[in-house]
């Protein structure tokens, strides 16, 4: 058990990943402001969009987790998740990506045809 007790804080290649480009955005668009520059503004909300689309592949590829606790044994953050190549069941990135995940419902046409 680490410092935080028995959580699973999601510590992964991916979320490890997003983060640190995250955090280079958020600076580079902060110096970009305190600068009055636009092109240093850009810049950083260009590469707050790499920061999301780069976690979201290293998610697609393995490297992320799904939502809720993993198993003690595969929570290390260089563990791979084997179920991501089937999508995660309630997982947003996954269903942006076209995988439904294990078990998980089929919208029905008609539903979709009457706007819901």
Known sequence: MGMHGDHD???TVAGWT???AGVLASVVTGLGL???SPAGMLLGGA???????????LHLAGWGKASGPRPP?????RTRDTA???????????????RRGAGAA???????????
């Open 9 to 11: 804080l999601g510590h």
């Open 18 to 20: 997003g983060t640190g």
């Open 34 to 36: 305190v600068a009055g």
């Open 47 to 57: 590469l707050v969009g790499a920061a999301a689309l780069a976690t979201w592949t």
């Open 73 to 77: 044994g595969r929570r290390h953050w």
């Open 84 to 98: 991501a190549r089937r999508g995660h069941s309630g997982c947003v990135g996954c269903r942006m990506a076209g």
């Open 106 to 116: 089929e919208v029905a046409p008609a539903a979709l045809s009457a706007g819901f």
